[in-house]
């Protein structure tokens, strides 16, 4: 190599004010912009796009796919560079400070920002809506202007739902939203009359609809019901799909509710109980996914219980007195101080004796699959896997119990089951009736109508036990009790001994006189 062209290279970089290192990174980087810009290529409409682009189109995960394009969005997105990761998670930090500090106009505007920017995260469509609808519409005195800012939270809710036309959620934070922060406020009444009055909601959202179709639940039902059956389609559900598929069910019966407060009886409130009771009903009977993997229907304890008596009656006939037998022959194998301690009431166990008896009853368990193992060859097989359609029956039952406890649903289908019937009927009609008479001072057609209520409302516990174990719902005929009580002091009358719902009133306890 010569000297001279040694010094020209020498120059070239000392001119450009480069080391060759940095020069050859250069060069690199330059190199990489052509792999880049065939795999990073938009799609357009002159063709599909480079690789990602595809990828994006045949996984459905581009904009289009998932929802309208935001030309704003777009264009803010691409304004940042390949920084929009960064510039989300300072805006999130400055979102959190104005929450602190309760500036709700610049926290509106800071949500704004990151929905533009971030259009399919879920999270901050339903921060802002429930910034919007539950923050900042306490802030005002006049409940026409909360009104307004409860409608601004689920308008934009829609606007997240049109860009996130997958996203099951937003449906149902839009349902949760419109029944329960419109139905269960503070201004409840007014809020559900201001809302079947609202022409610009119900024009945008379904045309056509009747006044009797705008109250407020209703609205909300269909709500959910669009949400499942995007989840039905194979939309991701990332929320419980337990309390996810009741809620149709749950807004029913708040319609119905809500038209008895409202003092709507007669066919339309036994109509509402219909409805409540077809969604308990196809709640019942929904597949419902669970953390062992295995798919329950809520409505199937029974049948799983009644399955698992049958098939422990075919293997009391086909093994007859093995059952009992084992169970002795256990027995019998205790150690005495078990023995002892099992024959000590529980309440007078010490504690000794709490852990050896804990010990007995393990000790003692018997299962059939125990039995199968030590039933006789020729009918071993039949007898294992009769053990195992027990097993699996049991197991099932227990775990739809577990879950029907988590959402109350023994309570609600006797409910649904109660409430449409004649004598519930008429026992909201006179309660409500009683309520008002009182409230008005009209004191003796007060005491008949609440006089007919009990009578009424005996006839439901009556009829369904689950009902007349509540406690709840003891606690909610006693607060009415307690209301006449305070109308007969101003008859100066004594209260009735005995007391036609004294039993109900035993399991509430004690009355706050």
């Not at 029944?179 to 610009?200: N, T, Y």
Request: proline letters at 5%; aromatic letters at 8%; glycine letters at 4%.
């Amino acid at each position: 190599m010569s000297a001279g062209s040694a010094r020209s290279r020498g120059s070239a970089t000392q001119w450009l004010g480069l080391r060759p290192a940095t020069l050859v990174t250069l060069v690199a980087l330059a190199l990489l912009l052509v792999p880049l810009s065939i795999l990073a290529q938009p799609a357009d409409s002159a063709g599909p796009g480079g690789v990602l682009a595809r990828l994006r189109s045949a996984a459905g995960l581009s904009q289009a796919n998932l929802g309208e394009v935001d030309p704003t969005g777009e264009t803010i997105r691409f304004a940042t560079l390949g920084l929009k990761n960064i510039a989300v998670t300072l805006l999130w930090d400055r979102a959190n400070h104005y929450k602190k500090v309760e500036d709700w106009t610049n926290l509106s505007a800071t949500l704004e920002q990151m929905t533009k920017l971030q259009p399919n995260f879920y999270s901050v469509w339903d921060f802002q809506a429930h910034n919007l609808s539950y923050n900042i519409s306490v802030e005002f005195d006049d409940f026409r202007d909360r009104y307004a800012w409860v409608m601004k939270g689920i308008e934009f809710l829609r606007q997240g739902i049109a860009l996130n036309l997958r996203e099951p959620r937003l449906l149902g934070r839009m349902g949760w939203f419109i029944g329960q922060k419109i139905g269960k406020s503070d201004e409840k009444k007014q809020f559900r009359r201001l809302f079947k009055a609202d022409d610009d909601f119900h024009d945008r959202d379904r045309p056509g609809r009747t006044l009797p179709e705008r109250d407020n639940w209703l609205v909300a039902r269909e709500k959910y019901l669009a949400a499942q059956r995007l989840a039905d389609a194979g939309a991701p559900l990332k929320t419980t799909a337990l309390i996810f598929h009741s809620e149709p069910m749950m807004t029913a019966i708040n319609h119905a509710r809500a038209l008895e407060d409202d003092g709507t009886f007669g066919t339309t409130a036994r109509d509402a109980w219909k409805l409540a009771g077809d969604e308990m009903r196809r709640f019942a009977m929904r597949e419902i996914p669970t953390s062992w993997d295995v798919p329950i229907r809520l409505g199937l304890r029974e049948a799983e219980e009644e399955r698992a008596k049958r098939i422990a009656a075919e293997l009391e006939a086909l093994l007859p007195g093995q059952f009992a037998a084992l169970a002795e022959r256990k027995r019998s194998a205790l150690p005495a101080d078990q023995k002892t301690a099992l024959d000590v009431q529980p309440f007078e166990r010490n504690e000794q004796q709490q852990q050896l008896a804990a010990e007995a009853e393990t000790a003692l368990r018997v299962t059939w699959p125990m039995v199968a193992r030590e039933a006789p060859p020729e009918a071993r097989d039949k007898a294992k896997e009769l053990a195992r359609q027990h097993v699996e029956a049991t197991e099932t039952a227990t775990m739809i119990d577990r879950y029907r406890d988590i959402v109350n649903f023994d309570f609600w289908r006797a409910t649904c089951e109660a409430e449409v019937t004649e004598p519930a009927l008429r026992a909201r009609e006179k309660t409500w009736e009683a309520e008002r008479e009182f409230a008005d001072a009209k004191l003796q057609p007060a005491k008949q109508a609440f006089d007919e209520a009990f009578q009424a409302w005996r006839e439901v516990f009556d009829a369904s036990p689950v009902l007349r174990d509540d406690q709840l719902t003891a606690d909610d005929i006693a607060e009415i009790v307690d209301r006449y009580r305070k109308l007969l002091e101003q008859l100066d009358e004594p209260f009735p001994s005995p007391f036609i719902l004294q039993d109900i009133l035993d399991k509430a306890g004690p009355l706050d006189q």
